[in-house]
């Protein structure tokens, strides 16, 4: 069969992630019953929903699941956890696969974290606005991180296997490595940090540079 895909329609008119009017679901093509995303659904915020209502997700509450994320060019996605708290560990939004993003990404308060078990890719259409989020990489395996020119706050590697830096990437607040390998992969990449340098892992610089304290 294939997994059921979810797909933002703001059929609802609203903003709210947690209403399911605002989603439509597919299955091999084929419109299929729903209620809202899971961990085990591929989610796609398009740039024009079609209902016609450009309204775009917003993350306010509890946590939202996706297995793989696609945000088209043109799109948007919003975090902004105020009076709620994330779940237990901590994790506003958790995507259990790969983030691709090629529209716009905002994250807001302390509290707001996305937590991708995949890669993070980011392509030339793609933008992070990280306002005072984190960013943690987890799961296992070999994973690679490219944010392009766009700064992370805070992140956090805990990713049972390594992750690989596929760009020069700066870090403004702080930066650690709760447990596996950090790999800088090329001289042509940097990583600046402007806050903490934590490594409770392996950091691998090769012949790269780390720059601390210089944003």
Request: no cysteine; net charge negative.
């Amino acid at each position: 069969l294939g997994d059921v895909e979810y797909i933002w329609t703001a059929g609802s008119n609203s903003t709210d992630w947690w209403d399911e009017g605002n989603w439509m679901a597919k299955l091999n093509g084929e419109v299929v019953p729903h209620t809202i995303p899971t961990i085990s659904n591929n989610v796609t915020i398009p740039a024009n929903p079609s209902s016609g209502n450009h309204r775009y997700p917003i993350i306010n509450r509890d946590s939202a699941f996706a297995k793989k994320l696609t945000l088209e060019r043109g799109a948007f996605l919003d975090i902004n956890i105020s009076s709620e708290k994330p779940d237990s560990l901590g994790r506003s939004l958790i995507v259990a696969s790969d983030f691709e993003n090629s529209g716009t990404l905002t994250m807001n308060t302390t509290v707001d974290t996305i937590d991708v078990y995949g890669n993070w890719a980011t392509s030339q259409y793609g933008k992070l606005v990280a306002g005072n989020g984190t960013v943690v990489m987890s799961g296992v395996g070999v994973k690679t991180i490219n944010n392009r020119t766009h700064n992370f706050n805070n992140l956090i590697i805990d990713n049972n296997g390594s992750i690989q830096l596929q760009a020069t990437t700066t870090v403004g607040g702080n930066f650690s490595i709760e447990q596996g390998v950090f790999d800088l992969a090329s001289s042509s990449y940097k990583l600046t940090v402007g806050g903490d340098f934590v490594n409770k892992g392996t950091f691998l610089p090769q012949s790269s540079t780390l720059y601390l304290n210089g944003v």
